[in-house]
């Protein structure tokens, strides 16, 4: 801040005053004092003055885009965290390879079984549809999602199990003007096998809480 450079200054017009003076007493001269009152007005000016950058209004096309951002999944007492990309659009978040891990695992309870069809499944997509507004107080994008389900043909020992995976969006979604970051999350609120509802079962939640562009 510049109000920095002038008390220091100010400090060495002291000090070479206090070495010249050393030998006898001195009372602070007029002048000293006229020194001190423009250097508080520097400071009040100075800690006034906005020295940042102007931040420009968001805008709706400010959202599109390839993003890459940390991923952390939470289910129960485990959590695990990663790097995802995904591609946003005009109203849906698409991923070319959504992390199905933990969805697997929860209907293959065998881990060598779990692996194996995970491999099986290779890359799954999955689109998150949403709807967005700019919040022009706050200089963000909202995004309410509407997350459909996801439907796995799961391999276990040479029969494949029909997954149902059902998503819920807790909380809105939100593209920061000030850092130019995504931030949201959604999470698979149950499974089905075949018909039959996945039970009991610990909720898998997806976080996404800081995504840039690539």
């Known amino acids: 801040m510049k109000s920095w450079i002038y ?47 102007d931040i420009p209004p ?16 939470v289910q129960g007492n485990s959590k695990r965290e990663g790097i995802k ?46 709807a967005a507004v700019i919040n022009t107080s706050n200089n963000v994008i909202e995004l309410t999602f509407a997350p459909k389900s996801m439907e796995l043909q799961i391999p276990v020992d040479g029969v494949n199990k029909k997954t149902v995976v059902e998503f819920t969006a807790k909380q809105k979604g939100y593209y920061v003007g000030l850092d130019q970051t995504l931030r949201y999350s959604v999470t698979a609120e149950k499974i089905t096998v075949d018909g039959t509802l996945v039970a009991p079962y610990e909720v898998i939640d997806y976080n996404f809480p800081f995504c840039i562009k690539n």
């Open 7 to 53: 008390i220091d200054e100010y400090s060495k017009i002291i000090n070479v005053q206090r070495k010249s003076n050393a030998m006898k007493k001195l009372t602070v001269p007029r002048f000293f004092i006229t020194v001190l009152m423009v250097l508080t007005g520097f400071i009040l000016f100075s800690c006034n003055d906005n020295d940042g950058p």
């Open 58 to 73: 968001v805008k709706m096309e400010d959202l599109k885009g390839n993003y890459k951002g940390k991923l952390i999944i």
């Open 85 to 130: 990309e995904f591609k946003v659009k005009k109203d849906t978040i698409s991923f070319a390879e959504f992390p199905i891990t933990e969805i697997v695992k929860t209907v293959v309870k065998d881990p060598a079984k779990a692996e194996t069809a995970i491999k099986a499944l290779g890359k799954v997509k999955y689109d998150l549809k949403y």
